[in-house]
């Protein structure tokens, strides 16, 4: 009996399957296997991990050298051809320019102008009074406003055009003739950047209108030309 359960026992443990083994993952064809998590880096003799590889770094944009800003001042001085009852002589200027649009800025000027005062009015033989002053005669004081157009920059250059009007007083002192005048102003220039901040300019326009001047010589054309250079600060 118990020879024939050890045969029995020895037979069924001879017939039982072996268990199946654990299926693994098998990549689908045309691809490559899963590498796994990446490898972390191994630390340097210091301790400290070794930097991490990044993309290109992007470079903040730099300010352009051409940039005039919100507002600006410059100082210009310069010379002022006149004649008749035009004052012109020495022509100091001051500017405050304002940006209203990405190529227009206000510019607000106050100009001065100092010539001779050497006489030049007589009376002619129907006893009317008459001035012929030379280019170089006489004083005035203006302000004026305009419209400065900036153009496209090429460098450091950048040329502008400004057309404006103003309100001035003329004087010939040796004659004792004085005025008020109302110029209409045209013109045109070229500023060059020296650095982010000032820029020289350089710029010449042509003064064009009417006064009322006293002796009798009632209302008067104006005309004259100007050509001034300067510096221009950037104040924001």
Known sequence: MIAIALVAAAGAA??????DPIPTEQPLPGTSPDPGPPATPAPDA?????????????????EEPNEIGDQAISVEVGAAGGGRVTPGGLRITGQFLYQLSDEDWFDGAASFTFGSGSPACFRD??????CSHGVADG???????SIRRMFAAHGVFRPFARLGVGLGLARFSDDDVSGFTIPAHAGGGLRVAMSPAIALVAEGELAFGFGSFS???????QFGLAITAGAEFRLR
């Open 14 to 19: 001879h017939a039982q399957p072996a268990p």
């Open 46 to 62: 210091t301790g400290a991990p070794p930097p991490v590889a990044t993309g290109p770094a992007i470079a903040a944009p730099s």
């Open 125 to 130: 033989r129907q006893d009317q009074v008459v």
């Open 139 to 145: 004083a005035g004081v203006e302000v004026s406003a």
């Open 215 to 221: 002796r009798g010589l009632g209302s008067q054309l």
